[in-house]
């Protein structure tokens, strides 16, 4: 199946910093592709995703790039929050079932 | 609206007991997903029903692990009899249907395997 490979895996960041999580992958099947935000003790809550039509899609501080030449796709988090500290899952989607990465641990500092 | 719901939260049992695990989709959502997340990993897909019927179980232990969707809305996920290597979050997800993307996931449940 599609392997997914995100990097880093954990990064710390001070308060008001950018984050920014790498995820690769080879199957120049896949589509779309979807990053999903995990607090502890609770299931991934989708965050922001994009199809393999569009290079690059932002929302507020929360902005996804795509590179389907290169195969890989990131996610940028500018002007970072305590409340943004969790584990950050890339994904993606070329057939029937999803493919996640393996996860970064973001901790922001205050 | 209400999202994806799962029970119980907690479970720890002893390694050859039985568990079961429920899941009550998003209303309206045909398509249902079980995914096993070991710690420090990313979740990974068990078996994918759309409506009642199975799609995809090619990841499913079938040896222990077995799920239903009779009706098409609630789903159960039971694993018998469990090993040490079960220890988990079973985290249940839907979507509207099939073609649609977008998955949204419950809160999981964590299995313990002592």
């Known amino acids: 199946g599609e392997n997914v490979e995100q990097h880093p895996s954990t990064l710390s960041v001070q308060e008001g910093d950018s984050a920014v999580i790498k995820c690769t992958y080879s199957?120049?099947?896949?589509?779309?592709f979807p990053w999903y935000k995990q607090e502890l003790g609770k299931g991934p809550q989708l965050i922001i995703d994009?199809?393999?039509?569009?290079g690059e899609k932002k929302d507020q501080r929360i902005a996804v790039t795509l590179n389907k030449t290169a195969k890989h796709f990131s996610l940028h988090i500018t002007e970072t929050q305590p409340e943004d500290s969790a584990v950050y899952f890339c994904a993606l989607k070329g057939g029937s079932d999803m493919r996640f990465g393996a996860g970064t641990r973001l901790t922001v500092k205050p | 609206e209400a999202g994806v719901a799962q029970s119980p939260r907690y479970k720890i049992i002893e390694k050859r007991q039985s568990v079961a695990f429920w899941c009550n989709p998003i209303?309206?959502?045909?398509?249902l997903y079980w995914y096993q997340q070991i710690l420090g990993q990313g979740p990974k897909l068990l078996i994918q029903?759309?409506?009642?019927?199975?799609?995809?179980d090619s990841q499913l232990p079938k040896d222990r692990f077995s799920a239903e969707r009779l009706k098409g809305v609630d789903s159960t996920l039971k694993i018998q009899p469990a090993k040490l290597e079960d220890s988990a979050v079973y985290l249940c997800?839907?979507?509207?249907?099939?073609?649609?993307?977008?998955?949204?996931f419950g809160p999981g449940t964590r299995l313990l395997v002592l």
């Open positions: 994009i199809r393999s039509n569009v």
């Open positions: 199957d120049s099947a896949s589509n779309y």
């Open positions: 209303s309206g959502h045909a398509t």
């Open positions: 029903f759309q409506n009642n019927g199975v799609v995809d």
């Open positions: 997800a839907s979507s509207f249907n099939r073609g649609e993307e977008t998955q949204y």
